[in-house]
């Protein structure tokens, strides 16, 4: 039997430069640069975590800024869009700081919800969703965004599909998300249900549990172009679950049900498995623990290059390949 995926871990997105990635997600966006690290099936990229202050799963934006990519372009089999959930009374103050920084951003409702539509410096769509469960969350109070108006962790992911009903199947089916709300051609999908989920949790991260990172959107778009990775585009999302049994439970499950999917990998702070959905969009697995604490004290998160046993002995040469980033975000003025 498996256990319920518990939400959206993190969203992993591809950049071009790295250094204007830091200053647009730490700074203007005043997210916790919580890991800097390589990527592991490329140890001359980057991979930059952001998040709340301790990078708690559903909370973390994740990038590979390779200098000089190539911009993807949105389309079918992708995720179109991230969103994150910021108090409703915050709405205000992020479209001015936004409009500050040079960002345009429309406003939009969606279920009731009133949103902010912006990209960011390679093109990837971004949302920040005015979300009444996001008061309840700590923001993090040691970034350029003071603590009530800070990103509090992932709204939702928006999949992009030219045919939404196999995909309908895997999200109910396979993975018992609950179809939940309609309007045109966006459906959402509820994760988890929330009461349900606070119940397993009692620790401090419940209220994190219960709000951030449990919905899904389906926008069906016939006819869409298939997208293209590269810049400015969203590479996959990540399901959180509990530990490495019941990811393994989860292996099987999705296995059985005619879709391939990898091994489990070590990916030092959490382990994942992989598999696309059949209209396309690479879909995770990802244990909550370890954590970004493992190899950092919380003070420390983000402030040095960490790479995972395997390449300890190649530091001299990745460092060497990667260019040096300055975390000037952290100092910018208290919004
Ligand atoms: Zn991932």
């Not at 989860?250 to 059985?256: D, F, K, L, T």
């Amino acid at each position: 039997m498996t256990e319920p995926l518990t939400g959206i871990h993190h969203v992993t997105a591809i950049a071009s430069d790295p250094q204007r990635n830091v200053d647009f997600y730490a700074g203007v966006l005043g997210m916790r640069l919580v890991k800097q690290t390589v990527n592991f099936d490329d140890p001359g990229t980057y991979h930059f975590y952001y998040g709340n202050a301790l990078g708690h799963p559903g909370t973390i934006l994740t990038f590979f800024p390779w200098p000089g990519a190539r911009r993807g372009r949105r389309g079918a089999g992708q995720i179109g869009a991230t969103a994150f959930s910021v108090p409703v009374a915050s709405l205000g103050f992020w479209r001015e700081r936004l409009t500050a920084s040079g960002v345009d951003a429309a406003v939009e409702t969606r279920f009731g919800q009133d949103l902010l539509t912006f990209t960011d410096p390679d093109g990837l769509a971004l949302e920040l969703a005015g979300d009444p469960g996001a008061e309840s969350i700590p923001g993090w109070d040691g970034g350029p965004v003071a603590a009530q108006h800070a990103i509090r962790g992932v709204h939702s992911v928006t999949l992009w599909e030219a045919n939404a009903d196999l995909t309908d199947e895997t999200l109910r089916g396979a993975l018992g998300f609950t179809a939940a709300d309609q309007a045109g051609e966006r459906t959402r999908y509820h994760i988890l249900d929330s009461d349900l989920d606070s119940d397993l949790d009692s620790d401090s991260n419940s209220a994190i549990r219960a709000a951030i990172g449990t919905r899904v959107d389906v926008l069906h778009l016939p006819g869409t172009a298939p997208a293209m990775g590269g810049a400015g585009t969203i590479h996959h999302v990540a399901w959180r679950t509990g530990n490495r049994d019941q990811q393994q439970a989860w292996q099987a499950r999705i296995s059985a049900r005619g879709l391939h999917v990898t091994d489990i990998l070590d990916r030092q702070y959490f382990a994942s498995i992989y598999f696309r959905e059949p209209g396309g969009v690479l879909f995770e697995i990802a244990t909550d623990p370890p954590g970004f604490t493992l190899d950092e004290t919380p003070d420390a998160l983000g402030t040095a290059l960490k790479l995972p046993p395997w390449y300890e002995s190649q530091r001299t040469v990745i460092e060497r390949a990667l260019p040096p980033i300055r975390l000037s975000g952290r100092e910018g003025a208290r919004g």
